[in-house]
């Protein structure tokens, strides 16, 4: 969450965490528990499975910022 904010990503919490669960429970993330800490944190990275999707995701967005581009005229 904080790596989002620093980079001025806005996402309601509500909206992230059911997003990361759906995805580990997809198989595309790995959550590992850090609790080191006086608070448990909750990591994730992406699976060997979410690396092999990769690809295609990054082609899928490619192509709809390409429309969208064009959409606005740009």
Same mark, same amino acid.
């Given at each position: 969450?904080? *790596?989002? +904010? %620093?980079? %001025?990503? @806005?996402? %309601?919490?509500?909206?992230? $965490? /059911?997003?990361?669960?759906?995805?580990?429970?997809?198989?595309?993330? =790995?959550?590992?528990? %850090? *609790?080191? =800490?006086?608070?448990?944190?909750?990591? $994730? @990275?992406?699976?060997? +499975?979410?690396?092999?999707?990769? /690809? +295609?995701?990054?082609?899928?967005?490619? #192509? $709809?910022? =390409? #429309?969208?581009? =064009?959409?606005?005229?740009?």
């Amino acid at each position: 969450m904080r *790596t989002l +904010e %620093d980079m %001025d990503f @806005t996402i %309601d919490r509500n909206t992230l $965490y /059911p997003l990361l669960r759906r995805l580990e429970d997809q198989g595309l993330l =790995q959550a590992d528990w %850090d *609790t080191s =800490q006086s608070r448990p944190r909750k990591y $994730y @990275t992406t699976s060997p +499975e979410g690396l092999s999707l990769l /690809p +295609e995701m990054q082609a899928i967005y490619t #192509a $709809y910022k =390409q #429309a969208i581009e =064009q959409i606005m005229g740009g």
